[in-house]
């Protein structure tokens, strides 16, 4: 169950399954019964409980959670917005089956309720929330009364997760079949509390045909290509894994992609390292090699070398032509890359170079922040999924878009969304780990698509296992606490 569904998708489902011979009434029941359920679990002591409900079928989700509610003993009170003679269809039959009367909403009835459930617009949102629909909203919001919503909180775009208008903060959002876009991606991913998915007679069958290319990243979605070591294996059969060093004050950064290389995956990782680093570099490595490495000559001549397999440049490695020189010699060896930082900077000015020059490599990741990513490919007005989609197509490469909501995106259309990186993860160096396992991970061989997915997810798991106040350094013991899980589960 880890497909994303746009809007669009979802309907399609739905007129599927009701094509199919399920009546769209029962699946409103269906829904309906999960969100009372839902609401009884998230407010079990609740008593009084205001719905409030549109006039399409996220309303009809409402009517049939109010009364089933009401037939459970709560003081259940219903306030429609929109014109009551629009509802129709099975929406109006769950409005019929409401036999108690209709409320007017104001401020003084919200203080009386324990619980709100939102049942007006869902993923059915067709324009931004305005006027006093957005005043009622913010109302809500600032009264502190916790918030069931039914599919998504109203204002939330379902496939962008951006806010139109004003949105509902909710504590929990009951959503069916399938989650969406919205759910995981921000701003949206912070109205909706803890989301809940619910299964309500929409089989599995009516994925088919509508060309899902969005899921949420977890182990599901890479799991079987993850390289486990052989018995009959040694190091060389795991990888040889070139991180590219930056000068003598700047060299922390390619240490840490290094070590989280070495860790996640590589069975060698090698620190390629400019002459006036080296002793600075030697003194901190142990189970990391050090070679000097001075010039893009240099650096052609170590990646003649046909056991290295995944070469990564970028942190720390500074801007400009040497950097240029350095990716250019990588990529036409043939190595799987992986480009941070600095070297994407570095083509700021010229990024079709750099796009040329990934297609000469064997698979290419870029792991790009959104300053990265705006210089690189400009900012546009496109939601963060669909950037990072055009920016995979447009480059060649698999594009890590980094944030709290992550986006893996590969040229061929596929996307994964991250949900699982707490926020203590922003502090310097995170993203230079981050960059060392994807190159740990391509050196063994896994695609590149799935290897970029499985670094965000171990990358998030790692911040999770270190916790809170976590520097770049205790990741390391968090992504072997993380690699572990997935060998135990």
């Given at each position: 169950m880890f497909e994303l569904l746009t809007p669009a998708q979802m309907n399609a489902a739905d007129r599927q399954t009701i094509n199919g011979g399920v009546p769209g009434y029962e699946l409103m029941k269906a829904a309906g019964r999960a969100v009372a359920e839902a609401a009884q679990q998230l407010t079990p002591e609740a008593r009084r409980v205001h719905v409030l409900a549109g006039t399409g079928n996220n309303g009809g989700d409402g009517f049939v959670a109010a009364k089933l509610l009401n037939d459970a003993w709560r003081d259940v009170r219903v306030t429609v917005i929109g014109d009551v003679s629009a509802i129709s269809g099975d929406a109006k039959l769950a409005f019929d089956e409401w036999d108690e009367g209709l409320s007017d909403f104001s401020v003084e009835a919200l203080a009386e309720a324990d619980l709100v459930i939102d049942a007006l617009f869902g993923a059915g949102l067709s324009r931004p929330i305005e006027g006093p629909l957005a005043e009622m909203i913010e109302a809500i919001n600032r009264s502190g009364k916790p918030v069931l919503a039914v599919d998504l909180p109203s204002g939330v775009d379902g496939g962008t997760g951006e806010v139109r208008g004003a949105a509902i903060r909710a504590a929990a959002t009951m959503t069916f079949?399938?989650?969406?876009?919205?759910?995981?991606?921000?701003?949206?991913?912070?109205?909706?509390?803890?989301?809940?998915?619910?299964?309500?007679?929409?089989?599995?069958?009516?994925?088919?045909?509508?060309?899902?290319?969005?899921?949420?990243?977890?182990?599901?979605?890479?799991?079987?290509?993850?390289?486990?070591?052989?018995?009959?294996?040694?190091?060389?059969?795991?990888?040889?894994?070139?991180?590219?060093?930056?000068?003598?004050?700047?060299?922390?950064?390619?240490?840490?992609?290094?070590?989280?290389?070495?860790?996640?995956?590589?069975?060698?990782?090698?620190?390629?390292?400019?002459?006036?680093?080296?002793?600075?570099?030697?003194?901190?490595?142990?189970?990391?090699?050090?070679?000097?490495?001075?010039?893009?000559?240099?650096?052609?001549?170590?990646?003649?070398?046909?056991?290295?397999?995944?070469?990564?440049?970028?942190?720390?490695?500074?801007?400009?032509?040497?950097?240029?020189?350095?990716?250019?010699?990588?990529?036409?060896a043939g190595k799987r890359l992986v480009l941070d930082a600095d070297a994407l900077t570095s083509f700021e000015s010229d990024p079709d170079t750099l796009f040329a020059l990934i297609e000469k490599s064997a698979g290419t990741i870029l792991t790009p922040h959104e300053g990265e990513f705006g210089r690189l490919f400009g900012r546009g007005d496109v939601d963060k999924m669909g950037r990072a989609t055009h920016a995979a197509e447009r480059s060649g490469a698999v594009v890590i878009l980094k944030g709290a909501d992550t986006v893996v995106a590969s040229p061929d259309g596929r996307c994964s969304i991250n949900a699982n990186a707490p926020p203590w993860l922003a502090t310097a160096g995170s993203g230079d780990v981050l960059a060392g396992i994807a190159a740990g991970l391509l050196a063994p061989g896994m695609p590149v698509f799935e290897a970029a997915s499985a670094a965000v997810w171990l990358h998030g798991l790692s911040g999770q296992a270190a916790g809170p106040g976590l520097t770049a350094e205790d990741l390391d013991a968090g992504l072997k606490s993380a690699i572990a899980s997935l060998f135990s589960s």
């Open positions: 079949f399938r989650k969406k876009p919205g759910h995981l991606l921000f701003p949206g991913r912070g109205h909706c509390g803890r989301v809940h998915v619910a299964d309500i007679g929409i089989p599995a069958g009516a994925l088919a045909g509508l060309n899902v290319r969005a899921v949420e990243n977890t182990p599901w979605l890479w799991r079987a290509q993850y390289p486990v070591p052989g018995d009959d294996g040694h190091k060389f059969t795991r990888g040889h894994a070139v991180v590219v060093s930056g000068p003598a004050h700047a060299t922390g950064a390619a240490r840490l992609s290094a070590g989280a290389a070495l860790r996640s995956g590589a069975g060698l990782v090698t620190l390629a390292s400019p002459t006036d680093a080296i002793n600075v570099n030697a003194a901190h490595l142990t189970a990391v090699m050090l070679r000097e490495v001075e010039t893009a000559e240099d650096l052609s001549e170590m990646l003649a070398d046909p056991r290295i397999t995944s070469v990564l440049l970028g942190p720390g490695l500074g801007v400009g032509e040497r950097t240029r020189d350095m990716v250019s010699i990588a990529a036409k």
